[in-house]
């Protein structure tokens, strides 16, 4: 089983939808999420942690599920500038490293 | 806002040639990092370095590789010996601790020839 998974999409969707994505992730010890955003040929871009709690930055929502091992995001809204790859991101106990998934693909068309 | 920088931004080396990539992370950060991505593959650790030493490293990063600060801002990747197969985008990221999230360079695209 990877260690991080993510459905790689593409999800097409209009501007204006709301659109969700999952990732679980195989190992309990970890400790620290997070979602990157990663555009053609660029960097990885952190676009937020991702607390048990649930957390919102204005259009976008991520919740943690310690119990089911998994992590979604939402973004409300969609804008153009959103079309990317969205990376999920999990760090372990005890561990420098962070563990990519392979991305899942946005598309927003006008 | 304050930015890991990387230099050059694309290399061209022959293989079985060496090659030193460059980053300057972020002036308050303590941690730093180097990762990689082939073309079309997911982003893979390669290396964690604190406290003038290595922390942790993957399986990826065996004897023809190695890190180094110099000096008080720069922290390089050195690839001894290149192979067909080290051609990725080498990315450099560090943080202020272990647990705060990694800030990213905009990457060295590596090409051996």
């Known amino acids: 089983r990877k260690e991080v998974e993510q459905d790689p999409g593409p999800f097409n969707v209009p501007e204006g939808a709301t659109v969700a994505f999952n990732c679980t992730y195989s190992?309990?010890?970890?400790?620290?999420f997070f979602w990157y955003r990663q555009d053609c040929r660029k960097e990885p871009k952190l676009l937020m942690s991702v607390y048990s709690s649930g957390n919102e930055d204005g259009r976008f929502t991520a919740q943690l599920n310690r119990a089911s091992q998994y992590i979604s995001l939402l973004i409300r809204d969609s804008k153009l500038s959103d079309s990317a790859t969205y990376l999920c991101v999990v760090n372990k106990w005890n561990t420098d490293k962070l563990i990519f998934g392979t991305g899942t693909r946005l598309q927003v068309f006008p | 806002e304050p930015e890991v920088t990387q230099t050059p931004s694309h290399q061209v080396t022959q293989m079985g040639q060496e090659v030193i990539l460059r980053c300057v992370p972020i002036?308050?950060?303590?941690?730093f990092y180097w990762y990689r991505q082939i073309l079309g593959q997911k982003v893979e650790f390669l290396v964690s370095?604190?406290?003038?030493?290595?922390?942790?490293k993957s399986e990826i990063f065996d004897d023809q590789f190695s890190v180094e600060r110099p000096d008080g801002s720069n922290f390089t990747l050195k690839i001894r010996s290149t192979k067909l197969e080290d051609s990725a985008m080498y990315f450099c990221?560090?943080?202020?601790?272990?647990?705060?999230?990694?800030?990213f360079g905009d990457g060295t695209r590596l090409s051996i020839l």
């Open positions: 002036s308050n950060h303590l941690y």
């Open positions: 370095f604190y406290n003038n030493e290595i922390s942790e």
């Open positions: 190992n309990s010890a970890s400790q620290s």
């Open positions: 990221a560090s943080s202020e601790d272990s647990n705060q999230p990694q800030h």
